[in-house]
Nanobody
Framework: QVQLVESGGGLVQAGGSLRLSCAAS????????MGWYRQVPGNQRELVAA???????NYADSVKGRFTISRDNAKNTVYLQMSSLKAEDTGVYYC?????????????WGQGTQVTVSS
């Protein structure tokens, strides 16, 4: 199990930057994958960026070249650096951890942090 706490959201103008942080309650070194998802009202939660334990990184096409996901194992924290923000980046951003449990991958979620980009 793991508890995840996001921070860093807020209101920013288009073209600006924000850095989201996700602090985990345990070591993230052996977690299968950690990532960030975004949800807007009426839509499903969608993947923004994910970082696997082996270093593999995936980004949604809409954020490639603008967002960077990274991790600090010593601080048990995953970051999402968001630059050149657009109005369509607005949403609630959730931190996710995928952890193996009895031969199954289980999802754990933070409470979410709101990001609002004004145009």
């Amino acid at each position: 199990q793991v508890q995840l706490v996001e921070s860093g959201g807020g209101l920013v103008q288009a073209g600006g930057s924000l850095r989201l942080s996700c602090a985990a309650s345990r070591s993230i070194f052996s977690i299968h994958a950690m990532g960030w998802y975004r949800q807007v009202p009426g839509n499903q939660r969608e993947l923004v960026a994910a970082l696997g334990s082996g270093g593999v990184i995936n980004y949604a096409d809409s954020v490639k070249g603008r967002f960077t996901i990274s991790r600090d194992n010593a601080k048990n924290t995953v970051y999402l650096q968001m630059s050149s923000l657009k109005a369509e980046d607005t949403g609630v951003y959730y931190c996710n951890a995928k952890i193996w449990s009895v031969n199954m991958l289980r999802d754990y979620w933070g409470q979410g942090t709101q990001v609002t980009v004004s145009s």
